[in-house]
């Protein structure tokens, strides 16, 4: 079964510093996408940056990009010039097939804090 | 953008009466919904597939007759939390693909946050 891991239960960073969260993966597949995404006090989950496995190139989203280890199956998340809004949970994810169906897998999250 | 509309974001009822969640696809149609949920601090974890016109796939330890999924529409799939008790409660997210986009990711709702007392 696929696994995410997050190994950073918490962390913090200075307003408009940069930030960079882990994440790694288990999966014996070649296709798939993986995910980053926040979810704030108010629980929302919102989409930060997807990742396409066949794509060797990074995916960036104005302050935010990944930087992609497919070999390392890596997948981490730097936030550059952090703002006090960046502040809440963000989860890693993995989506693939099975079986006919789409399956994502969460991490277990890390809780960043931006500090003024 | 594509919105999914959950309804509704919090409910506090008594143990052992049935709780119904609904999910709505506002703006696309919708061939399949998935529900999550989420305990206190801790990851989302994927309840059960729904697929419009047909019988929900569950994942591995959720119980059918206790998490009853619906998914009537290409629009709506509800969930009904039976005989509910305090164990129950938790924060459940549904979320949407859109049929028209595919390789596009799932849309989230805003969640509910149910608790039984």
């Known amino acids: 079964a696929q696994t995410v891991t997050q190994s950073q239960p918490e962390m913090s960073v200075q307003e408009a510093e940069t930030v960079t969260l882990s994440c790694t993966y288990d999966?014996?597949?070649?296709?798939?996408?993986l995910f980053w995404y926040k979810q704030p006090p108010s629980r929302q989950m919102i989409l930060v940056i997807r990742?396409?496995?066949?794509?060797?190139q990074n995916a960036t989203e104005n302050r935010f990009s990944v930087n992609f280890q497919k070999a390392a199956k890596s997948f981490s998340l730097k936030i550059s010039d952090s703002q006090l809004g960046d502040a809440a949970m963000y989860f890693c994810a993995y989506s693939t097939w099975e079986e006919g169906s789409e399956k994502l897998v969460f991490g277990k999250g890390t809780k960043l804090t931006v500090n003024p | 953008g594509a919105v999914v509309s959950q309804h509704p974001s919090w409910v506090i009822c008594k143990s052992g009466t049935s709780v119904k969640i609904e999910c709505r696809s506002l703006?696309?149609?919708?061939?399949?919904m998935f529900w999550y949920r989420q305990f206190p601090k801790q990851s989302l974890m994927l309840m059960a597939t729904?697929?419009?016109?047909?019988?929900?796939?569950?994942e591995q330890g959720v119980e059918k007759d206790k998490f009853l999924i619906n998914h009537a529409s290409l629009t709506l799939s509800t969930l009904t939390v039976t005989s509910a008790h305090p164990e129950d409660s938790s924060f459940y997210i549904c979320?949407?693909?859109?049929?028209?986009?595919?390789?596009?990711?799932?849309?989230f709702g805003d969640g509910t946050r149910l608790s039984i007392l």
């Open positions: 729904s697929n419009e016109g047909s019988k929900a796939t569950y």
């Open positions: 999966t014996s597949e070649s296709d798939y996408y």
């Open positions: 979320s949407a693909r859109d049929r028209s986009t595919e390789n596009q990711p799932q849309h």
């Open positions: 703006d696309f149609q919708a061939t399949t």
């Open positions: 990742q396409e496995a066949y794509k060797q």
